[in-house]
């Protein structure tokens, strides 16, 4: 079984901080790692997904995140955040085949000026 | 590509009538959609699991004669909350998986949404 904690509830940042949003996760076996992003009454966007080769992996808006598979974690950072930033983050997990997402329980980043 | 749209995007009810939303994969073929429920201020919990043509996997806990999910086409699937009540007052989303590439049958493609409030 498969399982992600999202360490921080929330996380309230000046504009033009820098962030990092953390994820652990628990896994048998090797797992997709993913970063969504949820503006308020929307679905989900991918922001960068982790399947193999480099562990720092790049996604949009500048976010980027590290796969470090000794201490299980796959955390997101920015280095300099703006206000539109302001959502809530979710890290996942799925198996290599695909399928079911195991969803952590989200992380609500607050930008303020 | 891999658009996914939800109708409607917000509809309110009565208690004890039916709601049907619907999940549509716009520029893709979907052998593998996906409800999900949100609660206010929580995360996404997976409800189902749907693939064209046969019948849908319900994650334990999930009433399935109450919440019918309908894959009738690699396009097209829906969820009809059946006799629904105010506890069924939520945030449904859904996703699909893309059918042409393999390699990327993992990735979920998520619609924006449908809030449902039953009065």
């Known amino acids: 079984a498969q399982s992600v904690t999202q360490l921080d509830s929330q996380v309230p940042v000046f504009e033009e901080a820098p962030v990092e949003l953390r994820c652990n996760y628990s896994s048998s076996v090797s797992v997709y790692l993913f970063w969504y992003v949820q503006y308020p009454n929307q679905g989900l966007q991918l922001l960068l997904k982790y399947l193999s080769g480099s562990t720092l992996v790049k996604g949009i808006n500048g976010f980027e995140a590290e796969f470090n598979k000794s201490q299980t974690s796959f955390h997101l950072r920015k280095p300099s955040v703006h206000i539109s930033d302001t959502a809530e983050y979710f890290c996942?997990?799925?198996?290599?085949?695909?399928?079911?997402?195991?969803f952590g329980q989200g992380t609500e980043l607050s930008v303020k000026p | 590509g891999a658009v996914v749209s939800q109708h409607p995007s917000w509809v309110i009810c009565k208690s004890g009538t039916s709601v049907k939303i619907e999940c549509r994969s716009l520029d893709f073929q979907a052998t593998t959609m996906f409800w999900y429920r949100q609660f206010p201020k929580q995360s996404l919990m997976l409800m189902a699991t749907?693939?064209?043509?046969?019948?849908?996997?319900?994650e334990q806990g999930v009433e399935k004669d109450k919440f019918l999910i309908n894959h009738a086409s690699l396009t097209l699937s829906t969820l009809t909350v059946t006799s629904a009540h105010p506890e069924d007052s939520s945030f449904y989303i859904c996703?699909?998986?893309?059918?042409?590439?393999?390699?990327?049958?993992?990735?979920?493609?998520f619609g924006p949404g449908t809030r449902l409030t039953v009065t």
């Open positions: 996703s699909a998986t893309r059918t042409s590439d393999h390699l990327t049958s993992y990735e979920q493609y």
């Open positions: 996942a997990v799925s198996g290599l085949m695909g399928g079911k997402l195991i």
């Open positions: 749907s693939n064209e043509g046969s019948k849908a996997t319900y």
